[in-house]
């Protein structure tokens, strides 16, 4: 990494310089009016190369599963292979006009088609949309179609959406997004839901319950069935979020568990891009129940042709056009290289390179429900009087990996949430190992080491706390 | 070891509720505000508003993660303490007594009896 701290671009501005010349203007000059000028834009002036080397030293500063292992819990951050960018990259699917008729789109209405195919098969389910852009978009639009389904009934007092404490907190927005209340249920002694808690709470207010399985403490949640059965005989619909799906591909298909509806994180489990900026795509897909809500257009084969329709009784539309079709054919693609077979083998991949890590840091790390784990588990970084995870995911840094994902989930004080994925070799996660064991060692025997991480950044350790309470938004010179 | 108040009764949810003559003013403990870390922002609900024995009334958030805080006693709103919007700190620092967040009256004023002692508090927390 570029160790030297890279300036603002207003701090490298000069007066008076500048990065373009304009052609002379061929047209009559007519002033802005006054009332619509500012008086001072105070935008950074620049030549082409200052800013060149300014963009080019900043990427150089940037932290990527290309440069390094990326184990954020939570986030699946596997490896994306290069062959979907050379499929993406196609004239056909780049060039491809978001307006263009029916008829003469065949072939990325075909890949829609083939995508959704795909995904039915994956979860068990009847119906699938590409529109949602992401994972908590897709929860949006499957809370809607909850909603939908229960207006439709002629029942509107189902507004109430059950959550357990161990769920990300996205499902809690979304359903007070969509105009529900939500009821948390806690987790019993093993970490999964707690029965009684549920069956105390189930009555005929229930809109449904969102649950994660894995859930967000990498554990399969047992009774599941149970849980589905409970809230269908409530009169509730079961949403299941799909963010931990790489646990799970090509082993059980959710819809067979009781889920009426769920998102796939395309960004995690299929391998496009996700973190800065992705863009994502959060496929929703339904159970008989729940599919003529799903939101549109949606890809339909008729005798060979394809066309976009949608569902009759859907929510809408909740993205323009085709959602982010690159992203479908990444998405795609991958699926088309690792072929039934392969997708079994990376949920099996995802779980064990997790036990792996975990049966050797647990030794040093406690892990506060130690039963197998799935494609994540959830380590405590309070073993040492004084020394809190933050720090030890500040040393990380120092040895080159990404932190992993720190105090979530809630229920666990001082969470360190590790999740390899499947695309890391042994040797990988043995380096990775021998760190975390040493940054154990380090953090009773020189803990200033751990206070004062990073030392090997551009820039130490930041003062969070200050920067939450006193945020400065702006450049002020 | 985090502190306690004695005078206070509690909920399992790390909630304190305490007496003030016919009101109850009510905060988050010593041992929720040291689990949670530095206060950064925390929103107080409307002067008015009714609210039932474990709704949310308020967040609390820190540089951690943002909590949800619950009604100790159903109740209605009276006040809420202001100097929290510019000075959240103060939770951290003086969690019983500077750093209340809000004022009720009690609806319900039964429910008193069904909170945690400061003894069988105590035993809930160190459990964790």
Redesign the interface.
Same mark, same amino acid.
């Given at each position: 990494m570029n160790l030297i701290p890279e300036p603002l671009a207003f701090e490298l501005s000069s007066p008076g310089r500048v990065g373009v010349s304009l052609p002379t203007c061929d047209v009559p000059v007519t002033a802005v009016p006054a009332s619509l000028r500012r008086a001072e834009l105070k935008l950074p002036e620049l030549d082409e190369l200052t800013v060149v080397r300014h963009f080019t030293r900043l990427s150089q500063k940037n932290f990527s599963i290309d440069t390094h292992f990326y184990p954020l819990g939570s986030c699946t951050m596997k490896y994306n292979p290069k062959a979907n960018e050379v499929a993406a990259a196609q004239p056909g699917w780049k060039g491809a006009h978001p307006l263009v008729s029916d008829d003469r789109n065949q072939g990325a209405i075909e890949l829609i088609y083939r995508l959704q195919e795909s995904l039915k098969a994956i979860g068990g389910f009847a119906g699938v949309s590409v529109q949602p852009a992401a994972g908590a978009h897709g929860e949006l639009a499957g809370v809607f179609m909850i909603r939908a389904y229960h207006l439709a009934h002629g029942n509107p007092g189902r507004v109430k959406m059950l959550i357990p404490d161990s769920a990300h907190g996205t499902n809690p927005a979304s359903c007070t997004m969509a105009g529900l209340t939500t009821v948390t249920i806690p987790s019993d002694a093993e970490g999964g839901v707690d029965l009684d808690a549920l069956k105390a709470a189930c009555d005929d207010t229930v809109a449904g319950i969102m649950i994660t399985n894995p859930s967000t403490i990498g554990l399969f949640e047992r009774n599941i069935e149970k849980i589905a059965k409970m809230i269908h005989d409530a009169g509730g619909l079961v949403y299941g979020d799909g963010a931990n799906m790489n646990a799970l591909t090509g082993v059980l298909r959710p819809a067979d568990v009781g889920i009426d509806v769920m998102h796939f994180n395309l960004h995690k489990t299929f391998s496009t891009p996700h973190g800065g900026g992705g863009p994502g795509v959060g496929m929703v897909g339904a159970a008989p129940v729940l599919a003529e809500y799903l939101p549109g257009p949606i890809a339909v084969e008729k005798n060979g042709k394809f066309s976009m329709e949608m569902p009759a009784k859907g929510i809408g539309r909740m993205k323009a056009f085709n959602g982010n079709f690159g992203v479908l054919v990444r998405a795609y693609t991958y699926i088309r290289m690792l072929g039934e077979e392969g997708m079994r083998r990376l949920a099996e991949s995802a779980v064990l390179n997790a036990n792996y890590i975990k049966v050797k840091m647990e030794k040093v790390y406690p892990v506060k429900y130690p039963r197998r784990c799935m494609h994540e588990f959830v380590a405590m970084g309070n073993f040492v009087d004084g020394i809190h995870t933050l720090d030890i995911a500040k040393r990380m840094i120092d040895y080159g990996y990404h932190p992993p994902t720190i105090y979530f989930p809630l229920i666990v004080p001082e969470a360190l949430m590790v999740e390899p994925t499947e695309t890391e070799s042994k040797e990988t996660l043995d380096a990775f190992i021998d760190v975390m064991l040493k940054i154990a060692e380090e953090a009773k025997t020189q803990p200033e080491l751990l206070h004062d991480a990073p030392h090997n950044t551009p820039i130490g350790r930041l003062d969070e706390v200050a920067a939450a309470r006193n945020p400065m938004l702006c450049y002020r010179s | 070891m985090s502190s306690i108040d004695k005078n206070a009764r509690y909920r399992s949810s790390h909630e304190w509720a305490r007496k003030d003559g016919a009101r109850i003013v009510a905060g988050i403990s010593d041992h929720a505000q040291d /689990?949670l870390g *530095?206060i @950064?922002?925390i929103e107080l609900p409307a002067v008015g508003k009714t609210l039932k024995q474990g709704e949310a009334f308020g967040v609390v958030e820190s @540089?951690? /993660? /943002?909590? *949800?805080v619950y009604m100790p006693m159903s109740g209605k709103i009276l006040s809420v303490n202001g100097t929290l919007t510019g000075d959240?700190?103060l939770v951290n620092k003086e969690p019983y007594t500077g750093g209340w967040l809000i004022a009720f009256e009690p609806t319900n004023p039964a429910e008193w009896d069904g909170l945690l002692t400061p003894v069988a508090y105590e035993a809930e927390a160190g459990k964790?």
């Open positions: - | /689990a *530095d @950064v922002f @540089v951690k /993660a /943002a909590s *949800d959240p700190a964790e």
